[in-house]
Nanobody, 116 residues
Framework: QVQLVESGGNLVQAGGLLRLSCEAS????????TGWYRQAPGKQRELVAT???????NYAESVKGRFSISRDNARNTVDLQMNVLKPEDTAVYYC??????????WGQGTQVTVSS
């Protein structure tokens, strides 16, 4: 069983920044892809940013130019740098790891709240 532990969620003012981190309990390069989703109250979970094993990055249109995903292979972590935060970024952010076969693993979520 893979454990994903997120950290870094907080309350921040609009225009501010936060950095989320997710640590995996096994070699992060063993996954096909890893990244972040988010879920706001009353809305479906949506993709925020992903990074493949090969290093290709993908971002939701709403966060392009503001968010950046990175991976530390030695620490088995995937981070999400969030700049110029907006109130609409308020959500629970979930780390995920997609293996080459089977269902994805998910973290427990970390709350990000952006005040206007």
């Amino acid at each position: 069983q893979v454990q994903l532990v997120e950290s870094g969620g907080n309350l921040v003012q609009a225009g501010g920044l936060l950095r989320l981190s997710c640590e995996a309990s096994r070699d992060i390069l063993s996954f096909r892809s890893t990244g972040w989703y988010r879920q706001a109250p009353g809305k479906q979970r949506e993709l925020v940013a992903t990074i493949t094993r090969g290093g290709s990055e993908n971002y939701a249109e709403s966060v392009k130019g503001r968010f950046s995903i990175s991976r530390d292979n030695a620490r088995n972590t995937v981070d999400l740098q969030m700049n110029v935060l907006k109130p609409e970024d308020t959500a629970v952010y979930y780390c995920y790891a997609q293996p080459w076969a089977g269902s994805a693993y998910w973290g427990q979520g970390t709350q990000v709240t952006v005040s206007s």
